[in-house]
């Protein structure tokens, strides 16, 4: 005498969960590059409003890196922009000065948990399906 029973339902729960990798890394990039570039109006806003350093604000910008280790932005002054070198100087202050304009760090920690929201809401909606 033998047992059977159905496994559909779990082959295809384990079909969407290795499917789901692919879906979430695609969404995944949107919601990343959507957080870099909120980030990144922060900055240009709290740098354009420093009377000393507002020439500083047009260097803002961000790059999307790709790797097997997963999706990264890369978001801050391009020293290679118009004022982008003097960055340091108005965050952090110097001998003459500066350190006036908000540590990056606080763009950064107002963006991340709505990232961590929809990325959570991704992985949910991917395991659904």
């Not at 695609?26 to 354009?48: C, F, H, P, W």
């Not at 003459?96 to 991704?122: C, H, M, N, W, Y």
């Amino acid at each position: 005498m033998g047992v059977d029973f159905d496994s559909s339902e779990l082959r295809a729960f384990a079909t969407d969960l290795g499917n789901a990798p692919m879906k979430v890394a695609v969404e995944a990039r949107a919601v990343i590059e959507k957080g870099a570039l909120n980030i990144k109006r922060q900055l240009t806003s709290e740098m354009g409003a420093s009377s000393s350093f507002k020439g500083v604000a047009s260097s803002m910008s961000y790059d999307m890196v790709l790797s097997a280790d997963g999706i990264e932005a890369q978001i801050g002054p391009d020293k290679d922009k118009g004022g982008g070198a003097l960055a340091n100087i108005a965050y952090f202050g110097g001998s003459r000065g500066g350190g006036t304009v908000p540590d990056p760090q606080g763009a950064l920690d107002a963006e991340v948990p709505s990232v961590e929201k929809f990325i959570g809401d991704l992985l949910e909606k991917a395991l659904d399906s």
